[in-house]
């Protein structure tokens, strides 16, 4: 009776972990690929899933065993220990480790290795941050170069993503090219033999390298890949900016004429090639930049056929509008370009035209309240009445006023003295 | 090398430390003794109860005085032979495994490869054996007990105190063993780490036109070695053959060019192997007084703005000053001069000339008649040691020759001056900043005393889990004796915590920060949620107290930074070490032996 209960329930067991696996198999099962490149399979729920996101490990870019090793060995606290090691990294920077900040920021890399933010942000961090600490240029140098091979170090990982091109033309262009050791840096980066390979030395400058990766990133962007943050406004521009700093930096070297001349034709032709491109717009759907003169005429027509519609009538409404309007908003219409000028903002308590009871001149400036508020009123004529009647308070008034104005040249001074330094 | 730790001498630590240690453990004694009375005062009575604790205390004592080394030997022979029986070697393949792997995880281009590896073979090596020391000392008393097989050694002539100090000892040795076996590993891995060489095109070097000088000079060539393990060198040659390879990451290499090879200008060589990457200085460090700017004493220098304050900077173009006084320094220690090793930090106000080092000036002067002499003009290099030579003979501004052991060291005494000499650019000093390179020790030495450290904390680590061992189960004397490791490792966190230094408060306060998404540094709201909390937290803090005083700091025994950075470790901080462990360990020993003693089955 035993054995039997005992050999259903053996039964049942071995039916639950079959139905188990078939819920495994439906969820979990691998993609195979077909020998013609093909999918033969397309695999279970999750790989679906996984396909149709672009997650799939081998998708972002190269599969790395340490990383991998090291993701598996977190035993799911990557998080946690990706903190540590971050806290570790800014403790170790505070106190000037630079081995072990490096060290650190590798097994940072190789825990997240799909995280773009902490590629983009620590390679930032060595190239800039890490180097300036150095008092040696050349020790500087090469802490830009190891943030750019960090970088680079990040493409493997993710090779669609085009942000970390992007960056990497970035940090060549502006940190070899515009730091305060630019003319030291750009000499040791022709001269970096490590870096370049066997790129011909015409080829070196950075603002040409950085160039090459700005186009790379374009490139990416138009076979798939994901640019995360630009538009492509900004990341489209920073190709043709290489070839104009090219040129401009060219004369700075000393090399004028023809060569400097081909550079800055080369520049311009690029320059016209990115106003060709299709912009988003806000307005209409794309635009082109180097059309502005096109859309302008355009502009032109249409305003023509406007006005043919119904003549006169535009005139007419701004007519109407002005009329509608009261006489200080008309008197600012009628400054100089429109414009107001503020002077200066008053607060509550605040005395203001002052100086015409006494002078009995047009007052200087026009005061425009910006919100409600409570104004008393002191006329000409009541200031003489009270000048009869009460002398005191007459007196006291002046005592006041004076004291305003003293109060004003001292500030009228205090700027003037601000604005010679 | 950045050491934070105050210098002290183990003799100026030994005699407050001992004197600490003894009214500690008095309390402790008088404490323990009062709660068993009263335990077994409440069982026996008043007056039987105090008879058992004293016949109980008086019998340990005489247990501990009369410890046989024979039946220690014998029982520490057990305790090997049960670790070897349960495969405790194979500790030593993971620890191989991992070498072989290490290699993936290490950077290859490190700036300071030797650092990286040393300081890798030994935080692995002090896990692994530490780990080890846990479960070997915690599972095998219990164990025994379970299975009843103490009872075949209890029914033998032992005291109880033999079978714990043997125990300990039998799991130290299996340890020891494990780590010699590991450091003479480690130091082949190191040494191969470390080994390179770089090939020298002598075709390809050029004409080095700074060196020559006159037309009439000798010729001399310039050039780069090709690349290994992300560095390369520069190399200057001059026509007689003799090569210097600059210093990279940290060291050189020795590079012989044959007159053949000279004379024909073709062809590559290989240079030497990597010289002063695996060394170990003995630093003789001053002591560091600054000087401000107008010349008068100052406790410190300028702070630049770092948020680390390890460093405190001098004003150039002034008279400030930062000042190493340097005792015991005779003309037998120093035959050929001060070997001084500089490592400065830069601080720079204004860009400067980019392409030079901000230039310093490092002089000697004699503490008592104040005759200082300067004895070099340099630009300082950051984040490298610089190696300055003090000679024995040098000229003051005046053009006088003065010797230095006559003229300016008086009694033992003498003061090396550092300034900058640029305006409105700092030097940044420490006091182990400067240091006397009195001479080198051997490597292999330094290294192992480095896994003295782990010995240290290993014996420690054996000692508690064996006494935890003494009264509780299995799982729960590893839980109690990780807790220890934890805190030991932790202590300066739990030392913060215990004294309420910890930014963000105690356990409930932080607690109540977490919920209620405070930030760490705003006062939290008055009330009685609040005071109640923090009232929890003060006796909290008292209970930290107690425990962080009594579990070793782990820190203490780490000495990886010294063999890393190429720095002897000292004597003292050895001896300090040992003792602390001592200190440790005797009483954690005799609380072992009272439990087990107690316990029914001891009996």
């Avoid at chain 2, 210097?244 to 030497?272: C, F, M, Q, S, Y």
Wanted: with cysteine.
């Amino acid at each position: 009776m035993t054995s039997r209960r005992s050999f259903y329930r053996k039964v049942a067991y071995l039916a639950v972990i079959a139905g188990l696996l078939l819920v495994l198999n439906w969820l979990f099962r691998p993609a195979t690929g077909a020998p013609g490149g093909g999918t033969a399979d397309p695999g279970g729920r999750l790989a679906q899933v996984r396909q149709q996101y672009h997650l799939g490990q081998t998708y972002l870019g190269e599969v790395d065993p340490t990383s991998e090793t090291i993701k598996l060995v977190t035993l799911g606290m990557r998080g946690i220990a990706a903190n540590i090691l971050w806290t570790k990294s800014t403790e170790y920077h505070k106190k000037k480790d630079w081995t072990n900040l490096a060290a650190t920021l590798k097994q940072l890399a190789k825990l997240q290795p799909n995280f773009i933010s902490v590629w983009e942000y620590q390679a930032w961090n060595l190239a800039f941050n890490v180097s300036v600490e150095f008092d040696d240029y050349r020790q500087r140098y090469r802490w830009v170069i190891k943030g750019l091979d960090y970088l680079k170090e990040g493409m493997k990982y993710n090779e669609r993503e085009a942000l970390l091109p992007s960056t990497m033309g970035w940090f060549i262009g502006q940190k070899i090219g515009r730091s305060d050791e630019k003319k030291q840096f750009r000499r040791m980066f022709k001269e970096d033999d490590d870096f370049h390979g066997n790129r011909p030395m015409a080829e070196r400058d950075n603002w040409l390298v950085a160039r090459q990766w700005h186009l790379r990133a374009e490139d990416l962007v138009e076979h798939g890949g994901v640019m995360r943050r630009q538009g492509p406004l900004l990341y489209r521009s920073h190709a043709p900016m290489c070839l104009m700093n090219y040129a401009d930096n060219l004369e700075k070297d000393g090399i004028f004429g023809e060569v400097a001349k081909l550079a800055w034709r080369a520049a311009a032709a690029d320059w016209d090639r990115y106003g060709m491109l299709e912009m988003p717009s806000s307005f209409v759907k794309t635009v082109r930049l180097g059309e502005k003169e096109l859309y302008q005429a355009r502009a032109v027509k249409l305003f023509a056929e406007l006005e043919a519609l119904a003549p006169g009538l535009r005139v007419k409404l701004a007519e109407e509008k002005r009329a509608r309007l009261s006489d200080t908003q008309r008197q600012v219409l009628a400054l100089p370009g429109g414009k107001l000028l503020r002077l200066k903002k008053m607060g509550p308590g605040t005395v203001f035209g002052e100086m015409g009871i006494y002078t009995s001149a047009p007052r200087s400036a026009s005061v425009i309240a910006t919100e409600r508020c409570v104004a008393y009123k002191l006329s000409v004529e009541r200031f003489r009445v009270i000048q009869e009647k009460a002398p005191q308070l007459a007196a006291a008034v002046n005592r006041f006023i004076v004291a305003l104005l003293a109060e004003r040249v001292a500030e009228e001074n205090a700027k003037n003295r601000a604005a010679q330094l | 090398m950045v050491d934070e730790t105050p210098l002290i001498g183990f003799g100026d630590w030994i005699g407050p430390a001992l004197w600490a240690w003894l009214a500690t453990i008095g309390l402790f004694v008088v404490v323990a003794l009062v709660v068993c009375w009263i335990t077994s005062a409440m069982r026996y009575g008043p007056l039987a109860g105090a008879r058992t604790v004293i016949g109980v205390f008086f019998d340990g004592l005489k247990d501990l005085a009369l410890l046989s080394p024979r039946r220690i030997r014998a029982l520490a022979w057990l305790a090997v032979k049960e670790s070897i029986r349960r495969r405790t070697l194979a500790v030593f393949a993971l620890f191989l495994v991992l070498l072989l792997f290490a290699g993936w995880f290490l950077d290859p281009e490190s700036v300071n490869r030797s650092r990286l590896y040393i300081s890798f073979v030994l935080t692995a090596t002090s896990y692994l054996v530490l780990l080890l020391a846990l479960f070997l000392s915690v599972l095998s008393l219990p164990a025994d007990i379970k299975n009843r097989t103490i009872h075949t050694i209890m029914t033998k002539p032992v005291r109880p105190a033999e079978i714990v100090f043997g125990r300990i000892l039998g799991f130290v040795l299996i340890g020891t063993a494990l780590l010699v076996m590991m450091g003479a590993v480690s130091y082949v891995f190191v040494r191969r780490g470390m080994s390179h060489t770089h090939r020298v095109e002598i075709a390809r070097m050029q004409e080095d036109d700074s060196a020559s000088g006159g037309k009439s000079a000798p010729q001399a060539w310039k050039g780069r070695t090709g690349p290994a393990q992300g560095h390369r060198h520069d190399v200057y040659l001059d026509a007689s053959g003799r090569a210097r390879v600059e210093a990279e990451n940290n060291h050189w290499h020795a590079l012989t060019v044959t007159p053949e090879l000279l004379a024909d200008k073709k062809g590559a060589t290989e240079t030497g192997p990597p010289q002063g990457m695996l060394v170990a200085r003995l630093p003789v460090y001053g002591k560091l007084r600054f000087v401000d700017r107008s010349g008068k004493p100052a406790a410190k220098g300028v702070n630049v703005g770092d948020e680390w304050t390890y460093r405190s900077y001098v004003e150039g173009g002034t008279l400030a000053a930062a000042v190493w006084t340097f005792g015991n320094v005779t003309e037998a220690e120093y035959p050929h001069g001060l070997p001084v090793e500089l490592n400065l930090g830069v601080f720079r106000t204004h860009k400067g000339d980019i392409e030079k080092g901000v230039p310093g000036s490092l002089s000697v002067r004699n503490p008592r008649t104040g005759l200082r002499v300067e004895v070099r003009i340099f630009p300082a290099k950051e984040f490298v040691t610089d190696v300055q030579l003090i000679p024995r003979q040098l000229q003051t501004s005046d053009g006088r020759h003065v010797d230095l052991f006559g003229d300016l060291v008086s009694d033992g005494q003498v003061e090396i001056w550092l300034r900058c000499l640029a305006p409105a650019q700092y030097f940044g000093a420490a006091q182990r900043d400067v240091y006397l390179r009195a001479r080198d020790t051997s490597f292999a030495v330094n290294f192992a005393k480095g896994y003295v450290g782990i010995w240290l904390q290993m014996v420690l680590i054996v000692g508690f889990g064996v006494m935890f061992s003494t009264f509780l189960s299995g799982p729960v004397a590893m839980i109690a004796t990780l807790g220890v490791l934890v805190i030991g490792f932790f202590s300066g966190f739990v030392t913060d915590l215990a004294t309420g230094k910890n930014i963000g408060g105690g356990p409930l306060e932080s607690a109540i920060r977490l919920v209620t998404q405070e930030n760490v540094i705003t006062e939290l709201e008055p009330g009685l949620q609040t005071t109640a909390a923090k009232m929890a937290d003060k006796v909290f803090e008292q209970l930290l107290k107690g425990v962080a005083a009594s579990v070793p700091s782990f820190s203490d025994f780490n000495y990886a930074d010294f063999v890393a950075d190429g720095f002897y470790i000292p004597r003292d901080r050895v001896l300090t070490g040992l003792a602390t462990m001592l200190a440790f360990l005797l009483p954690v020993f005799v609380v072992g032996y009272f439990f087990l003693k107690t316990r029914e089955v001891a009996r």
